[in-house]
């Protein structure tokens, strides 16, 4: 079992930036892929981007390419979405979960592909 807990959303002006965090407990951590997610209201829940068990390796959604960026700190068992120049449509519950499975552009934007999943956590962009 995998504990996941997000943090760090809120409400921001378009434009600005937030930075969630997303604390692991558990089983060993540095053995999952992580990736983010994220679900508006009335939408599907949709990918957002992912990263590699050791950080080598990240992909994106194309709708947040070049304004978010994901990283991990494996020795604090934490992986982090940094959100830059947010958009009024970033507006969502955003979801950190964790992947046992191949890290391969063809399958890690797949929620179905990931183990365990947090309760998510509230970001909530104003134009």
């Known amino acids: 079992q995998v504990q996941l807990v997000e943090s760090g959303g809120g409400l921001v002006q378009a434009g600005g930036s937030l930075r969630l965090s997303c604390a692991a407990s558990?089983?060993?951590?540095?053995?999952?892929?992580m990736g983010w997610f994220r679900q508006a209201p009335g939408k599907e829940r949709e990918f957002v981007g992912a990263?590699?068990?050791?950080?080598?390796?990240?992909y994106y959604a194309d709708s947040v390419k070049g304004r978010f960026t994901i990283s991990r700190d494996n020795a604090q068992n934490t992986v982090f979405l940094q959100m830059n120049n947010l958009k009024p449509e970033d507006t969502a519950v955003y979801y950190c979960?964790?992947?046992?499975?191949?890290?391969?552009?063809?399958?890690?934007?797949?929620?179905?592909?990931?183990?365990?999943w947090g309760q998510g956590t509230q970001v909530t962009v104003s134009s």
């Open positions: 979960a964790a992947c046992s499975g191949i890290f391969h552009s063809d399958y890690i934007f797949k929620a179905a592909e990931y183990d365990y």
């Open positions: 558990g089983r060993t951590f540095s053995g999952y892929a």
């Open positions: 990263i590699s068990s050791r950080g080598s390796s990240t």
